[in-house]
């Protein structure tokens, strides 16, 4: 039985991979590192601010969660997106995080080469004034702006990669 069951399991993450499927992000190969960014095994490496970037799809379970201040995917409340983040096991990495205000405004003020971008706010992990955090516009030039905890933003991780 246990031959069985194993054999299935291996035929079907063979099918997967001879069909194109991506049963679980790679590393990105990027190098040597000498590259100030580079794309790939769906993260964005940022050598200058030592910073991976998620870079995964976005789809129709954000955009429901996000229309409808739930909770799904890569959208949330700010508490789910904190919880999102420092429990993701991506790209070979577990030691991802919300990233701060700061390092999503430069991250949207210039062209980092994301295969998944879109329009919307991205929440940081950092406190505005009473129970708000600043989130991130990511059209405006990495514009932010305060949020309340129950407001749902969508979500981009980060990890450091040193």
């Not at 069951?5 to 040597?32: D, E, F, K, R, Y």
């Not at 769906?42 to 954000?62: I, R, S």
């Not at 406190?127 to 981009?156: F, L, M």
Request: charged content about 20%; glycine content about 12%; some cysteine.
């Amino acid at each position: 039985m246990k031959i069985k069951i194993g054999a299935l399991l291996l035929m079907a993450a063979a099918s997967m991979a001879v069909a194109g499927g991506n049963i679980i992000p790679t590393q990105a190969q990027c190098g040597n590192g000498s590259k100030e960014f580079c794309q790939g095994g769906g993260v964005v490496v940022d050598y200058d601010k030592k910073l991976m970037w998620q870079d995964e799809p976005y789809g129709d379970m954000e955009d429901g969660a996000y229309s409808h201040n739930r909770s799904a995917g890569k959208a949330g409340r700010w508490s789910y997106a904190q919880g999102y983040c420092s429990t993701l096991n991506y790209a070979g990495f577990n030691d991802w995080r919300l990233p701060r205000v700061g390092e999503l405004v430069d991250l949207f003020d210039t062209e980092r080469g994301f295969k998944n971008q879109i329009g919307v706010d991205f929440w940081s992990s950092t406190p505005s004034d009473g129970n708000k955090y600043w989130s991130v516009y990511a059209v405006v030039r990495g514009t932010p702006y305060e949020h309340k905890k129950s407001d749902t933003q969508y979500i981009r991780c980060v990890r450091c990669i040193e």
